[in-house]
């Protein structure tokens, strides 16, 4: 018997073994690496409109479209690298949500300049802490999600709305939302 296959998971994931992996190995994981939140930030905006499994499956292709990710190479990003991305068929030919990227790049740099770590300043918003669902209540958005939209939105980054934001608190591990029937599933603490 394949175990893969028979854990109870979210369902969510389903039974397609790169979701599962997904699932399994990141999703709800406390990610606590700068450039990988940036990572998981911009995926998130490309996945506006989109279904998360088509951006799993492009994620390789984002990759090496957009340099690992690496935000010092993607805001040297110019009309050019705009032109290429939007011809690739590996990633979401999306010119507004390219944009946005490599403007995040930027952001991304200029707030690490400043001193200002963005991992800390992401991780700050729940004060360091991971927030655990009960397992039976989903938000697509909440007051937190809200409040950190704004300030990205200040900020200059694009495709953060509340419901992307927290999308995004669930993939990095600031939320975790596993359901109660889940192998993953910590619970709500005590208290």
């Known amino acids: 018997m394949n175990t893969a296959t028979t854990l109870p998971r ?18 709800g994981v406390p990610q606590r690496d700068a450039r990988m939140l940036w990572e998981m ?3 998130e905006g490309f996945q506006a409109g989109l279904s998360w499994i088509t951006i799993l499956r492009k994620r390789e292709g984002f990759r090496r479209a957009f340099a690992d990710f690496d ?10 690298d705009v032109e290429r991305l939007v011809a690739d068929p590996g990633i979401v030919r999306a010119r507004a949500k390219i944009e946005a990227t ?7 740099n200029a707030m690490m300049a400043a001193g200002e ?9 729940s004060g360091g802490q991971v927030l655990r669902g ?6 697509t958005s909440t ?3 809200e409040t950190i939209s704004r300030d990205l939105k200040k900020r200059g980054f694009k495709f953060v709305g509340p419901t992307i934001v927290h999308a995004w608190m669930q993939a990095i591990g600031m939320v975790d939302d596993h359901a109660a029937h889940c192998f993953k599933f910590a ?5």
């Open 117 to 125: 770590d963005f991992a800390d300043y992401c991780w700050a918003f």
């Open 41 to 43: 930030l911009m995926l």
């Open 143 to 145: 007051p937190l999600s």
């Open 134 to 139: 009960d397992g039976v209540h989903f938000a």
């Open 187 to 191: 619970g709500a603490p005590p208290g």
């Open 10 to 27: 979210c369902t969510w994931c389903g039974t397609d073994a790169l979701y599962q992996h997904y699932h399994d190995t990141e999703w």
């Open 71 to 80: 935000p010092r190479q993607v805001a040297r990003f110019g009309a050019a």
């Open 102 to 108: 490599i403007a995040g790049a930027k952001i991304y």
